[in-house]
């Protein structure tokens, strides 16, 4: 969210930038909204002075005991007064609900260093590491998964519906090891705190992050009596929240934190896009990366986070390139974004494995997160998140880069220490 002053300060400087979005945004009604809530709030704080030195006379007259009706006028006035006030405070709090909900709907300025367009092609190649193996008619994931028995994607479509899927024997192994290998990662050499968190959560929360309320058709909501819980598409949500209304000594920053959950995404709006196999299901794992820093420092904690996304492929021998994404194509709350694209032989490109995003100070202000400086200043803090990585799309990466001729799949060596297996045969069997 928007410091609703600095943005309609702003002005065409706002205007231009939010179009580089495609976001057309009118300062005009958001001033109307700011000024009237403030002259409500002016007139309500002039009122209430009012009715104060006013009900100072009431008291004087009852005990001068002088004429009553005198007395009687100066209650009737005192009445008065107390409903102007209630009136201007109504006011001033409907304007300011009017000007809240406004706010939430636009979404975060991108940065000067981000590139214009509006699609995923108008992002810029910043790097290419590693070569892509010369794979001769290479299967995709679905085929080699369902060929080697570790995916079933008929019984998932039984269970809960298409866009699920079930791993199974050494492909539910292979799934724990690849989020157990970048759990240690994160947690061993990059020095984040693993949590484990709710995975449902409030609609509040949901707001802090910006999913809510203009994504709401994107995510899963369930309730139990009066309770109203969403199911989180990213543990970026409840890790950003764990700190929603608090304020932060400037000493303690950067938090670095790390959870391995489950996520959610009806995928509205995806048309058919990726619907076979494992890369756009409604339900998959990811290990998620969030930052917590102050402004000053959150263009470099943003280049550290990737460091880290990258260092999971690095350690998987994956080909993979890295691309700053366009304006109109980053998400929602981010001011500037990195996609990491691994590389996949059956596609024979690559494709998106994780988003690192510095959301800069939006989340903050919405979800109430300050850092306390050394001058007892308070100030949003910065909040970055990032994909390390989503299990199932790093699976079927594997699955693709690591085929053999003959049917089978090796395994990454760093991977092998968690499976106890350095291959899967093309019968299905476990290579020692």
């Given at each position: 969210m928007h410091d609703a002053r600095e943005l309609i300060g702003l002005g065409d400087a706002a205007v231009a930038a939010l179009a580089r979005r495609g976001f057309r945004f009118d300062p005009a009604p958001l001033a109307e909204l700011l000024t009237g809530r403030n002259a409500a709030i002016h007139s309500g704080d002039e009122l209430r002075a009012e009715s104060k030195r006013l009900a100072g006379e009431v008291g004087k007259a009852a005990k001068a005991g002088g004429d009553p009706q005198l007395a009687e006028a100066l209650k009737d006035q005192a009445r008065a007064l107390k409903d102007q006030v209630r009136e201007a405070e109504e006011k001033a709090e409907r304007l300011g609900s009017a000007l809240h909900e406004a706010m939430l709907d636009i979404p975060n300025l991108p940065s000067e260093a981000v590139p214009d367009g509006l699609t995923e092609d108008d992002a810029v190649e910043v790097r290419r590491v590693g070569a892509p193996p010369s794979l001769d008619g290479p299967r995709d994931h679905?085929?080699?998964?369902?060929?080697?028995?570790?995916?079933?994607?008929?019984?998932?479509?039984?269970?809960?519906?298409?866009?699920?899927?079930?791993?199974?024997?050494?492909?539910?192994?292979?799934?724990?090891?690849?989020?157990?290998?970048?759990?240690?990662?994160?947690?061993?050499?990059?020095?984040?705190?693993?949590?484990?968190?709710?995975?449902?959560?409030?609609?509040?929360?949901?707001?802090?992050?910006?999913?809510?309320?203009?994504?709401?058709?994107?995510?899963?909501?369930?309730?139990?009596?009066?309770?109203?819980?969403?199911?989180?598409?990213?543990?970026?949500?409840?890790?950003?929240?764990?700190?929603?209304?608090?304020?932060?000594?400037?000493?303690?920053?950067?938090?670095?934190?790390?959870?391995?959950?489950?996520?959610?995404?009806?995928?509205?709006?995806?048309?058919?896009?990726?619907?076979?196999?494992?890369?756009?299901?409604?339900?998959?794992?990811?290990?998620?990366?969030?930052?917590?820093?102050?402004?000053?420092?959150?263009?470099?904690?943003?280049?550290?986070?990737?460091?880290?996304?990258?260092?999971?492929?690095?350690?998987?021998?994956?080909?993979?390139?890295?691309?700053?994404?366009?304006?109109?194509?980053?998400?929602?709350?981010?001011?500037?974004?990195?996609?990491?694209?691994?590389?996949?032989?059956?596609?024979?490109?690559?494709?998106?494995?994780?988003?690192?995003?510095?959301?800069?100070?939006?989340?903050?202000?919405?979800?109430?997160?300050?850092?306390?400086?050394?001058?007892?200043?308070?100030?949003?803090?910065?909040?970055?998140?990032?994909?390390?990585?989503?299990?199932?799309?790093?699976?079927a990466a594997i699955l693709e880069n690591y085929q053999q001729p003959d049917g089978s799949v090796e395994m990454p060596k760093a991977l092998v220490p968690y499976l106890g297996f350095s291959a899967i045969a093309a019968d299905g069997t476990l290579v020692s």
């Open positions: 679905v085929e080699l998964g369902e060929a080697l028995g570790i995916l079933d994607f008929a019984r998932a479509t039984k269970l809960s519906g298409p866009r699920f899927a079930v791993a199974r024997g050494a492909g539910a192994a292979l799934e724990r090891a690849i989020a157990t290998l970048f759990l240690d990662l994160h947690t061993r050499r990059h020095g984040y705190t693993e949590f484990s968190v709710p995975t449902l959560v409030t609609r509040e929360t949901m707001t802090g992050t910006g999913q809510l309320p203009k994504f709401e058709a994107d995510l899963f909501a369930t309730s139990a009596g009066d309770r109203e819980l969403f199911l989180i598409p990213t543990a970026e949500v409840p890790l950003t929240n764990l700190h929603s209304g608090e304020i932060l000594d400037e000493g303690a920053l950067p938090l670095a934190y790390t959870a391995h959950t489950p996520c959610y995404r009806s995928e509205a709006g995806s048309y058919g896009r990726d619907t076979k196999g494992i890369l756009r299901l409604h339900q998959f794992s990811k290990v998620e990366l969030v930052r917590i820093c102050t402004a000053e420092t959150s263009n470099a904690e943003l280049e550290l986070m990737v460091s880290h996304a990258e260092a999971c492929l690095v350690e998987l021998g994956l080909a993979y390139r890295l691309v700053k994404l366009a304006a109109g194509d980053i998400s929602f709350s981010a001011q500037l974004t990195y996609d990491l694209e691994v590389w996949l032989p059956s596609q024979d490109k690559y494709r998106e494995i994780s988003s690192c995003s510095d959301c800069g100070q939006f989340q903050a202000r919405r979800a109430g997160i300050r850092v306390r400086n050394a001058d007892n200043q308070r100030h949003p803090v910065a909040t970055l998140n990032g994909s390390g990585l989503p299990i199932g799309r790093t699976m």
